[in-house]
């Protein structure tokens, strides 16, 4: 069992930045590939960022490419996402997320941490 724990949302201005952070415990991330993911108000859940178990290969959707970062640091169980230049469609519910398998399903969903940006 793997527990995620996002933090590092708020409220901004448009064009300003935040950090999301995701702290794991249970299990070592080390063998999971992780995400971000997030839900807008009446929205689908989307995947906005992913990376490899080992950090080589990161994956981002085309309305935040440019503009977020995913990062980890394995041995610090930790995974982030470094938010720039935000809009205020990024204003959503942000959630941490562990893969087994890079195309798979989700196994393990953090809580969320809700970021929202104003015009």
């Known amino acids: 069992q793997v527990q995620l724990v996002e933090s590092g949302g708020g409220s901004v201005q448009a064009g300003r930045s935040l950090r999301l952070s995701c702290v794991a415990s249970?299990?070592?991330?080390?063998?999971?590939?992780m995400g971000w993911f997030r839900q807008a108000p009446g929205k689908e859940r989307e995947g906005v960022a992913r990376i490899s178990n080992g950090g080589a290969t990161t994956l981002y959707s085309d309305s935040v490419k440019g503009r977020f970062t995913i990062s980890r640091d394995n041995p610090k169980n930790t995974l982030y996402l470094q938010m720039n230049s935000l809009k205020p469609e990024d204003t959503a519910m942000y959630y941490c997320?562990?893969?087994?398998?890079?195309?798979?399903?989700?196994?393990?969903w953090g809580q969320g941490t809700q970021v929202t940006v104003t015009s």
């Open positions: 249970g299990s070592t991330i080390s063998i999971y590939h």
């Open positions: 997320a562990a893969l087994t398998y890079w195309g798979g399903d989700v196994d393990y």
